[in-house]
Every structure is written in C-alpha cells, then in structure tokens.
C-alpha cells in the first residue's frame, strides 16, 4: 500500500516528488480522463490529514490541486480554440464533442446564456459537468481570458471540495492509507452517483411499460 501512495505528500525528501505528481497527474486529468483526478485530490489530503504538520501540508495540496486544475483546463481551453477558428477543427474539439452528450450540450448552452462565465464554477463540481459547459464555451467562440476569469475560480471551489471530502475521509481511521482509501472510495461514489441516479431514472419507464 506504502508504494501506491508514494505520490502523495509525505515527510521529506517523499514532498519533493509527491506534490510535482500530484500536479502533473491532475493537470493530466483535466486534459485526458485517464485518472480520477477528484480521488487523487481526497486521498492526498486524507494522508496529509495524518501529517506531523497538517496545517501545512493541506494547504499545499489544496494549492497544487487548483493550479493543476486551472492549468489543465486552460490548456485544454487553448486547443479546443485552436479548433473552433480552424476551418478543418482539431482532435482535441472532436474529443471534446465526442464526450459531450447532446442533450448536456444543449443544456451547457442554457445556462451559459443565462449565467454567463459563471457557470464554469457548478460545472466544474458537478460530476461530468465540466466538458459539456467547456464545449458551449468553445462553440459561442468565448475569449480565453474570460474563460480563465470563470475557471479561476472554479478550480479553487473543485479543489476545496474534494480536499473536505478527503479530510472527512482520512479523520475516519487513525491511519493514513486506510483514511485515503476511504477518501478514494467516497470521492469515487460521488462522481458517480448522478450518472447511477440516471440511469435509474431513465429505465423506470421502461419497466413500467413493459
């Protein structure tokens, strides 16, 4: 368990390689979903929770997940633009169109209409929210910087909350790699219980008919 959780934040010299992890693999995955970034924030705060110097090291997790955050989203903002004012587009727009169902699109384009950038904060904390409300920002060819204006903030509010849910976690068992999995596993029920409660929702009538 000690070398799953060597990238997390530890007592030196571990810091010096846990936190550069920390941000390239959650900048990773804001750019591919390759890595649950939202368990990777829970579980580096539950083992921080367990630190000698929590009050340092949380900070710092918070910190390094919402500029990885932000980093990753910019970047991916700044190639699905490319796309937009391209006449033949780009991979990174047709990825992006591709992991965005219609009807969330279309959905994304209400509320950005209704709200403006601030919409980026909720999508961001919701669960498969964030490519949908990226993609209508792309598509009503929105400038990077008030994209960077709305993301800003809604990197500091998605790294708050997955930080609290890995504190809630980590403070559920006295050690650090139990804490984590708990963080891991409530982080992961999370994200996946809109998709769970649709899925229901959508076969109800289904059932019922037949």
């Known amino acids: 368990m000690g070398d799953l ?6 007592t030196s010299p571990q810091t010096f ?13 804001s750019l591919v979903p390759v890595v ?22 949380l900070p710092l997790v ?19 633009l490319r796309g937009v004012r391209s006449d033949s587009g780009s991979r990174w727009l ?44 792309l598509l009503a060819k929105m400038p990077l910087r ?4 709305g993301d800003a903030p809604a990197s500091l509010a998605w790294a708050g909350a997955y930080l609290l849910i890995g504190i809630t976690g980590g403070s559920l068992f006295p050690e650090p790699w139990q804490g984590a999995l708990a963080a891991v596993a409530l982080a992961l029920a999370i994200s996946a219980a809109p998709a769970g409660w649709r ?12």
């Open 5 to 10: 959780l060597s990238w997390v934040p530890a």
């Open 17 to 29: 390689v846990g936190y550069p992890s920390l941000f390239l693999l959650v900048a990773l995955g």
């Open 36 to 57: 649950p970034t939202g368990a990777l924030v829970s579980s580096a705060a539950a083992v921080a929770l367990h630190h000698q110097l929590p009050g340092l090291t």
């Open 62 to 80: 918070f910190a390094v997940a919402a500029l990885a955050a932000f980093a990753g989203d910019v970047l991916l903002y700044w190639l699905g």
């Open 94 to 137: 047709r990825r992006l169109r591709d992991r965005a169902a219609p009807d969330r699109l279309e959905a994304a384009r209400r509320k950005l209409d209704e709200r403006g950038v601030t919409v980026l904060v909720v999508s961001r904390l919701m669960p498969a929210g964030r490519i949908p409300v990226m993609l209508a920002c």
């Open 146 to 149: 008030d994209f960077v204006r």
């Open 199 to 210: 899925r229901v929702r959508d076969a109800g009538p289904r059932d019922t008919a037949s």
